[in-house]
């Protein structure tokens, strides 16, 4: 993490990260290394717990990704656990109010913005060789993947301290398809209504990519933090490539199952 973090991760130029589920320091290295301007850890729904969380924040160290770490829910002391051991900021999912990005922040700073508790000797202000005041504020990626949460995209982006609005379209997507009102809004116009949320309060608009192709369409509509698919997904795929290239086309490679 570098004093200018809050900087780079606010420029309107793509903002280009990935995905990283396995719980890997090795596959963060490589990806860290590789050039992508912020990873994503997820302890949500990814292998990694938050017992393997410093091992992959100390694996990037030196290098120019920024490390956001998505926490399972907003719980104070998932926060403050990365935070303290070296996360550049927080991704929160399922933010569907301005009341449950404040209750973010809250956890995420210190008195008297929030409640967060201060230890001088933590990982991020480098075991107490560095004073705390020269580090800045912790960046809150707020996940707007609900249609409450795109009813309130204007007001939780209004919120000094959310950093990004970011679209989590698996959920977005699913929530649409069993959605029980009448005349639910289509995919697409949810996209845009983030965006416009986001554009509004001047802060950027981000979302999780899984096919590449899709990206200058959503370049044109206003994203520019996004992440290319996953670690889980990229492996799987290149897997399934080769397979397909050894066996030939008369033994297909079977779907996975989920």
């Not at 589920?21 to 860290?32: C, K, M, N, R």
């Not at 998932?78 to 991704?91: E, F, K, N, R």
């Not at 979302?207 to 990229?234: E, K, M």
């Amino acid at each position: 993490m570098t004093p200018s973090h809050l900087s780079r991760a606010s420029r309107p130029a793509p903002f280009v990260g990935t995905w990283l589920s396995l719980g890997s320091p090795v596959v963060a290295e490589i990806a860290a290394l590789s050039g992508f301007d912020w990873l994503l850890f997820d302890l949500e729904h990814g292998a990694g717990s938050e017992a393997s969380l410093l091992a992959n924040l100390q694996a990037i160290r030196g290098t120019p990704a920024l490390p956001i770490v998505r926490v399972g829910a907003p719980h104070p002391d998932l926060i403050l656990h990365a935070l303290d051991w070296g996360a550049a900021g927080i991704m929160v999912p399922h933010v569907e109010s301005a009341e449950q990005a404040q209750a973010c922040l809250q956890a995420m700073h210190y008195a008297p913005r929030g409640r967060r508790g201060l230890s001088r000797s933590a990982r991020t202000y480098d075991y107490g060789l560095r004073p705390p005041d020269e580090s800045p504020p912790p960046l809150l990626f707020a996940q707007i993947e609900s249609l409450c949460g795109i009813d309130h995209a204007d007001a939780i982006a209004s919120v000094p301290g959310v950093d990004v609005l970011f679209v989590g379209p698996a959920d977005l997507a699913h929530e649409l398809s069993t959605s029980l009102i009448g005349h639910a809004p289509l995919y697409e116009d949810c996209l845009a209504r983030v965006v416009a949320a986001a554009r509004h309060a001047g802060k950027p608009a981000g979302i999780l990519v899984r096919d590449s192709a899709d990206l200058p369409s959503l370049f044109a509509q206003g994203f520019t933090h996004v992440a290319l698919d996953s670690d889980v997904a990229i492996l799987r795929q290149c897997y399934r490539h080769l397979l397909h290239h050894a066996r030939g086309a008369d033994r297909p490679v079977p779907a996975p199952t989920r």
